[in-house]
T-cell receptor, first 112, second 115 residues
Framework: KQEVTQIPAALSVPEGENLVLNCSFT??????LQWFRQDPGKGLTSLLL?????REQTSGRLNASLDKSSGRSTLYIAASQPGDSATYLC???????????FGQGTTLQVKP | GAVVSQHPSWVICKSGTSVKIECRSL??????MFWYRQFPKQSLMLMAT?????????EQGVEKDKFLINHASLTLSTLTVTSAHPEDSSFYIC???????????FGPGTRLTVT
């Protein structure tokens, strides 16, 4: 059974810091991996999607990497801003079922 | 493009009543729709997968008679919580996809509170 774990569960940093969020998954048979942002009481915003054959994706200050063989992904946020404060969710899409399995999320607070 | 809406955005109902939540794909035809539930400070848990015109497939532990899912058209799926109880209070999020299961597009969620 696929399990997705995110570390840390919560993170508080001063504005301007670069930071890394970690995601690990137990079954490497994935179709792709996706990082989402969720603001309190809101739905999900897709940030980056990495196909299983890719190593990384970049969008603005965000960079996500994928090491499928070791079951790991990282989300790198450069020059963090207070507006980045949110919960970040990692999810993998299983190859055999197509289901999206979510991690528990990392709640980020960027202090001005 | 690929916008998914949900209605209502929040609803309060009394214990024992039923409530219907709608999920619509606004600018594409959704061959598959997914329903998730999210309890406070927890992640999203898949409840069921529905394909247009066929019965929904429920995840283990989800009562299909309690959570009725109808996917009658390529742009609309509904989730009806029957005989709701306070423990059903949660954030319900739908998502939709088309063609290959490549990327899911998520709705904004519906906050259900059962009193």
């Amino acid at each position: 059974k696929q399990e997705v774990t995110q570390i840390p569960a919560a993170l508080s940093v001063p504005e301007g810091e670069n930071l890394v969020l970690n995601c690990s998954f137990t079954d490497s048979a994935i179709y792709n991996l996706q990082w989402f942002r969720q603001d309190p009481g809101k739905g999900l915003t897709s940030l980056l999607l990495i196909q299983s054959s890719q190593r990384e994706q970049t969008s603005g200050r965000l960079n996500a990497s994928l090491d499928k063989s070791s079951g790991r992904s990282t989300l790198y946020i450069a020059a963090s801003q207070p507006g980045d404060s949110a919960t970040y969710l990692c999810a993998v899409r299983e190859s055999n079922t197509g289901k999206l399995i979510f991690g528990q999320g990392t709640t980020l607070q960027v202090k001005p | 493009g690929a916008v998914v809406s949900q209605h209502p955005s929040w609803v309060i109902c009394k214990s024992g009543t039923s409530v219907k939540i709608e999920c619509r794909s606004l600018d594409f035809q959704a061959t598959t729709m997914f329903w998730y539930r999210q309890f406070p400070k927890q992640s999203l848990m898949l409840m069921a997968t529905s394909n247009e015109g066929s019965k929904a497939t429920y995840e283990q532990g989800v009562e299909k008679d309690k959570f009725l899912i109808n996917h009658a058209s390529l742009t609309l799926s509904t989730l009806t919580v029957t005989s709701a109880h306070p423990e059903d209070s949660s954030f319900y999020i739908c998502s939709a996809t088309y063609g290959r299961v490549y990327e899911q597009y998520f709705g904004p969620g519906t906050r259900l509170t059962v009193t």
